[in-house]
């Protein structure tokens, strides 16, 4: 939390994010793993990226292909979640 990720959200569309917040999913029990949401904020404002596997840059495991949902603006600009379960 607090570092940032840059999003391949096309080529040449590159948006620098900064992981917002990680929680762990209830009403999971009988799962052995623990799923999880992740929440990225952007400075967008007026434009967003539809729903679709983006690239989320990781400095030491590279380009990970991830499902990435809009959630809205919230702060200084939109959100994005993805959830691992």
Do not use: C, N
């Not at 030491?60 to 691992?84: D, H, R, S, T, W």
Request: charged share 15%; glycine share 10%.
């Amino acid at each position: 939390v607090g570092h940032d990720f840059p999003i391949r959200f096309s080529e040449g569309a590159t948006v620098t994010t900064q992981l917002e917040s990680v929680w762990q999913l209830s009403g999971y029990s009988s799962l052995e793993r623990k799923p999880f949401s992740v929440v990225f904020q952007t400075d967008q404002q007026r434009s967003y990226y539809p729903q679709a596997v983006y690239t989320v840059e990781h400095p030491a495991l590279g380009g990970l292909p991830i499902f990435l949902v809009p959630l809205g603006i919230k702060g200084k600009g939109m959100q994005y979640e993805a959830v691992f379960s």
